[in-house]
């Protein structure tokens, strides 16, 4: 069974320019989060979907930043205009109920650098 | 609100026992959690611990919870090369209903040969 996958690994954009990243889930989650680690600090949560409905998205910085999640399988979040503080890792994760506990499964990560 | 704290690095001989720390401040019911980020992959959850628990061992892991101190270790025993890694705590709060994971900054283990 393949994991959750990122596209893509790296991306270097300058300031004000527009990225989209991709996170395709375990095949049949219907949860999905998205986080990111800014300077080698702490990983902050995003947002976390449930199919394609936006379930919390208490962590979005601002309205810079879009997720959506058509059809409730792949999300994409797109950066637009992006700044420099907007550099970091952006991981995703999915999980599906297990033990009464959500077992997150983490993706590889995009590296984000704004110029 | 939720803080998780990590001291930032830990350097140890192959095959001593590492002990790794984080400290949370949320008093409800909570999962606890023990995240491992190798290079250029994504995080793997090594072991969760509920918070009603004081103790869980996994083969070479042992998480201890003192709920009193809200401080949660991993210990890892006869360390190996392969252990070195970032480790990151993190906490979950079922009260709330939500299901984001708070993170600590994550603590460098160096394992040395």
């Known amino acids: 069974e393949a994991g959750v996958t990122q596209f893509p690994s790296h991306s270097v954009i300058e300031k004000g320019q527009t990225v989209t990243l991709r996170c395709d889930p375990i095949s049949g989650h219907d949860n999905l989060y998205w986080y990111r680690r800014v300077m080698g600090k702490e990983i902050k949560f995003l947002l976390h979907?449930?199919?394609?409905?936006?379930?919390?998205e208490s962590g979005m910085p601002n309205n810079r930043f879009l997720a959506e999640r058509t059809g409730g399988t792949y999300s994409t979040l797109k950066v637009q205009p992006a700044e420099l503080e907007d550099s970091g890792v952006y991981f995703c994760?999915?999980?599906?109920?297990?033990?009464?506990?959500?077992?997150?499964?983490f993706g590889p990560g995009t590296r984000l650098t704004v110029t | 609100g939720e803080d998780v704290e990590q001291s930032l690095f830990l350097s140890v001989r192959e095959g001593d026992s590492s002990v790794i720390n984080c400290t949370y401040t949320d008093s409800s019911s909570t999962y606890l959690y023990w995240y491992k980020q190798e290079p250029g992959a994504g995080l793997q959850l090594l072991t969760y611990?509920?918070?009603?628990?004081d103790m869980k061992q996994d083969q070479r892991l042992t998480v201890l919870l003192n709920k009193k101190d809200k401080h949660l270790s991993l210990r890892i025993a006869d360390t190996q090369t392969g252990d070195s890694a970032i480790y990151f705590c993190a906490e979950s709060n079922l009260e709330t209903g939500r299901r984001a994971l708070t993170f600590g900054s994550g603590t460098r283990l160096q394992v040395q040969p």
């Open positions: 979907f449930v199919k394609e409905s936006k379930q919390d």
């Open positions: 994760a999915s999980s599906q109920v297990s033990s009464g506990h959500y077992e997150q499964y």
């Open positions: 611990i509920f918070s009603n628990m």
